[in-house]
């Protein structure tokens, strides 16, 4: 997942797309270190565990799970595990072609 | 007067297990099968760790398939079953069969778990070993017909209140998974955040959040809904809303590096 989704917020830096990830492993002070590391430069939500609130809220019970929500925020597409990169892409580009017409 | 009436009551159980034929314990050696539960348990925990450890470890593709191909399980299933048997109709048993069942699921085959299952509810149906049961055994529900009904006679006459909201709990997600009882599914969760709302779950969190959650996905969360807001703090501590990018599309992630 996360080199796919490097080259997807790169190529897609000046289109109307955010990647948003809700993630679970720890508090700001210990996941931020990490994403730094991994050189992941994209939003994080910090629900701290698998049963954080957004995770509970939300009934994720695989990880990960993707919602892809359209530019006027209608979820579109869900997925629990990947659908694979090549499908991401795809759905993905369809929807900013749509929001840029 | 005191050794007398223990060797009484020593015979009388001796006469119990003849009469059923089966190897129910004396009370003197409870103690001892208890250790040996909780020492079969440790080996266990133990080879599991070397193995997700192994996992984490892993650097190539070929090197995780190795790691994902031990079966933690398989070397202590017999040892398992043998306890189970010595110490048949106490708690420890009851502990013996849970672990069978959970890890028949996990790293075995269906089969050993349905029966480990069976004797559970026939058996120990108030015991606390039920819990974790309860709250794997729906998964591989629709494999077998008994499932469901083993959870509903749980939850209806488990005098643990745990076991009844976990088996409750477990009956919704097996019947969630097709549509024909969906909306049975739907009324049990609702059921459950009016009655058990406070139970723990497995996971962390209670019947209860666990319960509204699944409510709250089928009313809000399916394709062509409008998305429900999310607010929550970044990494660098600063709050924000997923309402903030309205106008973009937006890939939502729940993840961990784990």
């Given at each position: 997942m996360l080199p796919h989704e490097?080259?997807?917020?790169?190529?897609?830096?000046?289109?109307?797309?955010?990647?948003?990830?809700?993630?679970?492993?720890?508090?700001?002070?210990?996941?931020?270190?990490?994403?730094?590391?991994?050189?992941?430069?994209w939003r994080n939500a910090i629900d701290v565990t698998p049963s954080g609130d957004w995770a509970t809220k939300w009934n994720v019970q695989g990880w990960p799970t993707l919602y892809l929500i359209d530019a006027e925020g209608v979820i579109r597409e869900k997925w629990i595990g990947s659908p694979g990169d090549d499908v991401l892409d795809q759905k993905i580009d369809e929807l900013v072609a749509e929001a840029k017409s | 007067m005191m050794n007398l009436a223990h060797g009484v009551g020593g015979l009388s159980i001796a006469a119990v297990c003849l009469a059923f034929g089966t190897a129910v314990s004396q009370d003197d050696d409870l103690p001892e099968l208890q250790n040996r539960l909780e020492n079969l348990r440790e080996e266990f925990r133990v080879a599991e760790r070397s193995r997700f450890k192994a996992l984490n470890d892993a650097e190539t593709p070929q090197a995780t398939s190795a790691a994902a191909a031990v079966d933690p399980w398989a070397p202590l299933r017999e040892r398992f079953d043998t306890l189970a048997f010595d110490a048949s109709g106490t708690e420890v048993a009851a502990g013996a069969w849970a672990t069978i069942c959970v890890n028949e699921l996990r790293y075995g085959t269906p089969a050993p778990a349905f029966e480990a299952f069976g004797i559970l509810i026939n058996d120990h149906p108030n015991s606390d070993e039920l819990i974790p049961v309860v709250g794997v055994i729906w998964s591989a529900g629709r494999d077998n017909p008994h499932t469901a009904e083993g959870l509903r006679q749980l939850s209806e006459d488990s005098e643990n209140r745990d076991v009844r909201g976990g088996a409750l709990f477990g009956l919704a997600k097996l019947l969630e998974s097709a549509d024909a009882t969906k909306d049975e599914a739907f009324e049990i969760y609702r059921k459950i955040t009016a009655d058990y709302a406070d139970v723990a779950s497995t996971r962390g969190s209670t019947l209860g959040e666990m319960s509204a959650g699944a409510l709250f996905e089928a009313e809000h969360l399916q394709v062509g809904m409008a998305v429900p807001d999310i607010a929550s703090v970044d990494e660098t501590n600063a709050a924000f809303k997923l309402s903030d990018y309205k106008g973009k599309v937006v890939l939502v992630d729940f993840w961990g590096f784990w």
């Amino acid at each position: 997942m996360l080199p796919h989704e490097k080259a997807l917020v790169k190529r897609l830096a000046n289109d109307p797309f955010a990647l948003l990830g809700v993630n679970s492993d720890g508090d700001c002070e210990s996941v931020l270190p990490r994403l730094q590391e991994e050189g992941i430069n994209w939003r994080n939500a910090i629900d701290v565990t698998p049963s954080g609130d957004w995770a509970t809220k939300w009934n994720v019970q695989g990880w990960p799970t993707l919602y892809l929500i359209d530019a006027e925020g209608v979820i579109r597409e869900k997925w629990i595990g990947s659908p694979g990169d090549d499908v991401l892409d795809q759905k993905i580009d369809e929807l900013v072609a749509e929001a840029k017409s | 007067m005191m050794n007398l009436a223990h060797g009484v009551g020593g015979l009388s159980i001796a006469a119990v297990c003849l009469a059923f034929g089966t190897a129910v314990s004396q009370d003197d050696d409870l103690p001892e099968l208890q250790n040996r539960l909780e020492n079969l348990r440790e080996e266990f925990r133990v080879a599991e760790r070397s193995r997700f450890k192994a996992l984490n470890d892993a650097e190539t593709p070929q090197a995780t398939s190795a790691a994902a191909a031990v079966d933690p399980w398989a070397p202590l299933r017999e040892r398992f079953d043998t306890l189970a048997f010595d110490a048949s109709g106490t708690e420890v048993a009851a502990g013996a069969w849970a672990t069978i069942c959970v890890n028949e699921l996990r790293y075995g085959t269906p089969a050993p778990a349905f029966e480990a299952f069976g004797i559970l509810i026939n058996d120990h149906p108030n015991s606390d070993e039920l819990i974790p049961v309860v709250g794997v055994i729906w998964s591989a529900g629709r494999d077998n017909p008994h499932t469901a009904e083993g959870l509903r006679q749980l939850s209806e006459d488990s005098e643990n209140r745990d076991v009844r909201g976990g088996a409750l709990f477990g009956l919704a997600k097996l019947l969630e998974s097709a549509d024909a009882t969906k909306d049975e599914a739907f009324e049990i969760y609702r059921k459950i955040t009016a009655d058990y709302a406070d139970v723990a779950s497995t996971r962390g969190s209670t019947l209860g959040e666990m319960s509204a959650g699944a409510l709250f996905e089928a009313e809000h969360l399916q394709v062509g809904m409008a998305v429900p807001d999310i607010a929550s703090v970044d990494e660098t501590n600063a709050a924000f809303k997923l309402s903030d990018y309205k106008g973009k599309v937006v890939l939502v992630d729940f993840w961990g590096f784990w």
